[in-house]
């Protein structure tokens, strides 16, 4: 079936630095949605994107199709940015990804 | 605007009896809906989804089953609880393949 490799699967980063998080699909996905999980449970969606890059903030997100990935940036990370980050994608089947635990450490 | 309404918050539940989860989404007709499960400290597995009334596509067996008796309504259930069914339920929708958003969840543990 459609799988989805997160990494890295954990991560620490100072207040205002900022690092990559990445995507592998084994199998050609349509659009990739990233989300942050928070201590509540509660899923944010942070992009949507069917092809190309999107910015919002200090995230950037880039799909690119053809060669399977995804990638979601985190500039300036802030205390608020610490939580479990998802990328998923699929059909009507969605698979998620294992999820990259961020702590931003002040 | 769309608003997604799950129910209970939590709940607390001995192995061997039933349960019912409950979501209701508003503001759009004929939507997907979704549940999904999260062990503690897991990923979401995706359980079911319907694309419409009175229609349900397993995608994992784990002895839960659900119903969408109306457009809005997405119901989770099992007659007989197992330990392993503790977790994060979330119930989520879309319009046809595009973004997905989720509810808040129910927090499920089986004593």
């Known amino acids: 079936g459609d799988q989805v490799e997160q990494s890295p699967s954990a991560l620490s980063l100072h207040e205002g630095t900022g690092s990559a998080l990445r995507c592998n699909f084994t199998?050609?996905?349509?659009?990739v949605q990233w989300f942050q999980q928070n201590s509540r449970g509660s899923l944010i969606n942070l992009f949507y994107l069917a092809s190309g890059t999107k910015e919002n903030g200090r995230l950037k997100s880039t799909f690119n199709s053809k060669e399977s990935y995804s990638t979601l940036h985190i500039r300036d990370a802030q205390l608020e940015d610490s939580g479990t980050y998802f990328c998923a994608a699929g059909n009507y089947k969605y698979v998620f990804g294992a999820g990259t635990r961020l702590k931003v450490i002040a | 605007a769309q608003t997604i309404h799950q129910w209970p918050v939590a709940e607390i539940k001995a192995v061997g009896s039933p349960l019912s989860l409950g979501c209701t989404i508003k503001?759009?007709?004929?939507?997907?809906l979704y549940w999904y499960w999260q062990a503690t400290g897991g990923t979401l597995q995706q359980l079911f989804y319907s694309i419409t009334v009175g229609q349900v596509e397993s995608v994992v067996q784990l002895n839960l089953s659900a119903s969408r008796p109306k457009d809005d309504q997405f119901i989770l259930s099992t007659e007989k609880l197992l330990l392993s069914h503790s977790g994060f339920y979330l119930c989520?929708?879309?319009?046809?393949?595009?973004?997905?958003?989720f509810g808040k969840g129910t927090r499920l543990t089986v004593v």
């Open positions: 989520a929708w879309s319009l046809d393949e595009t973004e997905v958003f």
């Open positions: 199998t050609t996905m349509r659009a």
């Open positions: 503001g759009k007709s004929s939507p997907n």
